[in-house]
């Protein structure tokens, strides 16, 4: 039977006969064969100083050496996911998982049931991944400790949680607090929660995509939002995205607010004019009319000399507008 193991763009191993070949990699991937050493797979020197190189070359020892402690630590500590491929014992060694799921944290799935329920390997596993939660013990799934600890490192990880943190207030908020996206995964009577959304869209405005209907419908809260991340504009109900205030509130914080906006509003000459004075650039997004309106293109390149670009072709070659314009560089 033969394997191929990869260790590096100029290296490989390749498994023959219980025998490890090295083989050298030149330009064009061309393979020297002249140039290998045979490494004995149940020489205990010759396997250390190949995991030193690639620790996933555990998989490849003979059963004995797979339960040396001295090679499982050196495999784990340069691949964490080689615990996979150590002997049994070793899985529920705490020194050996501790230091696997130091350099992984998705070794936790490889170590003893025992230590998927030791509070220091979790947090040191969730720490490094946080998705390695989803390894860990049930009743560490509910432990607010190891779940935070996960969440501060992948906000995804709330979704790992048990179902009752996933609907605990103060937990969530926390959470969020952390990572705003970790909102997806709390409960529905918490992505209703204000003071819950707020802080999650604070920390992320993408999180607002996951607050409730309600909220994003909500204008008083919306604006609230928007004026904090113009760009959670995005995820406003399609009501509230045709509105020139949660519009314009969004803009002053996020400058791309109006490619969010209703298409009735590209028409709606108070809501352009007053646009175009917060941006002029946002003359783009004029109705052709709009741009043609020499009131609203003189606002717009005494704010930003640019939009001149995006005038009406009438009134692009208007002097006092291409001063403005001149005046304005």
């Known amino acids: 039977m033969t394997n191929l193991l990869h260790i590096n763009g100029g290296e490989c191993l390749l498994i023959f006969k219980s025998k490890l070949i090295k083989l050298d990699f030149f330009m064009n991937g061309i393979v020297v064969a002249n140039n290998y050493a045979e490494l004995s797979l149940s020489d205990k020197d010759q396997v250390l100083n190949l995991l ?18 001295e090679l499982v630590l050196c495999a784990v500590r340069q691949k964490g996911r080689a615990l996979k491929f150590a002997g049994p014992e070793l899985k529920s060694n705490f020194e050996c998982v501790l230091a696997a799921v130091t350099q992984n944290g998705k070794a936790l799935e490889y170590a003893s049931d025992e230590l998927k329920s030791n509070v220091d390997i979790v947090i040191a596993a969730v720490s ?19 779940v935070l600890a996960a969440v ?12 009752n943190l996933r609907g605990d207030y103060a937990l969530v908020l926390a959470a969020v607090k952390l990572k705003g996206r970790a909102l997806e995964f709390s409960s529905n009577e918490l992505r209703a929660e204000k003071e819950i959304v707020l802080a999650a869209v604070k920390e992320n405005d993408w999180a607002f995509a996951h607050a409730s209907d309600e909220l994003r419908a909500d204008k008083d809260f919306v604006l609230q939002v928007v004026s904090l991340k113009g760009r959670a504009l995005e995820f406003a109900s399609d009501e509230l995205k045709a509105d020139p205030e949660v519009i314009l509130t969004a803009a ?5 607010a109006f490619d ?3 298409i009735e509003l590209i028409s ?3 809501f352009i004019l007053a646009a175009v004075k917060l941006h002029g650039l946002a003359l783009e997004y004029a109705s052709e009319d709009l741009r043609s309106d020499r009131e609203i293109v003189l606002a717009a390149v005494k704010q930003n000399a640019e939009a001149l670009i995006y005038a009406g072709s009438d009134l692009r070659a208007d002097r006092e507008l291409r001063l403005n314009a001149k005046l304005g560089n």
């Open 152 to 163: 501060a490192q992948n906000g995804g990880a709330l979704k790992f949680a048990a179902e």
């Open 268 to 270: 709606n000459r108070d």
């Open 260 to 262: 969010h906006a209703a």
């Open 52 to 69: 030193q190189e690639n620790g996933r070359a555990l998989e490849f020892a003979n059963q004995q050496l797979r339960t040396d402690k």
């Open 128 to 146: 490094n991944n946080g998705s390695a939660l989803i390894f860990a013990a049930d009743e560490l799934q509910s432990n607010s400790s190891v």
């Open 252 to 256: 002053i914080e996020y400058e791309w």
